[in-house]
């Protein structure tokens, strides 16, 4: 396997390198603050929370997959999350949840600029912790690259 090289400048030279996300153990979150306005009235997540089906977990996956294969196809290099147990409580001094989401978007916790990967925390008090899916990868990449820099 090539050496991890964080490296990106700009948007539109090819792609080399990308993180697909899982849907494994994907939980629709219990009801709180920031869900409010970005659940529609219309969704089936309103008013229910916990483990999503499994047959949507495994179609989420068939269709993460089969991206993750084509990109590889096309010479992408494809990094997978490591998923944590997301049945799990989030709590802090200032809040509490009964689950957590899952690491499906890692578009949405991760950014890359330059040599550097910033992490950001997520407004969803049950994707607080969402960021330790990727800690391993990280961690690979800060032993693989001299010049790789995490915020």
């Not at 799990?88 to 200032?94: A, E, I, K, L, Y």
Request: charged share 30%; aromatic share 10%; hydrophobic share 30%.
């Amino acid at each position: 396997m090539t050496k991890t090289v964080v490296n990106s400048w700009n948007e539109w030279d090819p792609l080399k390198h990308v993180i697909v996300g899982r849907a494994d153990d994907c939980h629709i979150p219990p009801e709180e603050p920031a869900l409010d306005a970005k659940v529609p009235e219309d969704s089936d997540m309103r008013g229910q929370w916990g483990r999503r089906p499994q047959e949507t977990i495994d179609r989420a996956n068939e269709l993460l997959d089969n991206f993750a294969a084509q990109l590889e196809a096309r010479g992408v290099r494809v990094d997978r999350p490591d998923c944590i147990d997301h049945s799990q409580p989030v709590t802090t001094p200032d809040f509490h949840t009964d689950s957590q989401f899952g690491c499906m978007p890692p578009r949405d916790v991760l950014l890359t600029v330059g040599s550097e990967i910033l992490e950001a925390t997520m407004s969803y008090r049950c994707r607080w912790f969402e960021y330790l899916n990727y800690r391993p990868l990280m961690q690979r990449y800060w032993e693989e690259d001299p010049n790789f820099r995490h915020e």
